[in-house]
């Protein structure tokens, strides 16, 4: 996977953002899972899951913007003053830009 978005990064000029969500078994591993087990049988395009190590991988040689590698609902979440903070989600993101 990495040789694809080395692919694309290539073709971008500097200062180029790659964003990316996907889904990990870091949160709610077991529900995760059988989220990605029932997508994969219904023939949508396959996933798989990966961790936030595997995820920062894609990031390698770009400047990764804070929060880093989170889960989807914590990366700048809103202030919220009601119900407290966001909950993990099983879907990690990341936002790096080219240098």
């Not at 077991?30 to 996933?47: C, F, L, R, T, W």
Request: aromatic share 6%; glycine share 12%.
């Amino acid at each position: 996977m990495n040789q694809v978005v080395d692919r694309l990064l290539s073709a971008v000029p500097a200062g180029s953002y790659l964003a990316i969500a996907h889904p990990t078994g870091e949160v709610n591993g077991e529900a995760a899972q059988q989220a990605v087990d029932m997508s994969n049988e219904a023939g949508v395009a396959p996933m798989c899951l990966r961790g936030r190590t595997e995820l920062e991988r894609f990031f390698d040689g770009l400047e990764l913007l804070e929060p880093g590698v989170v889960s989807c609902s914590l990366w700048r979440p809103p202030a919220n003053d009601i119900g407290g903070p966001p909950r993990p989600v099983y879907q990690f993101c990341g936002l790096g830009r080219k240098p």
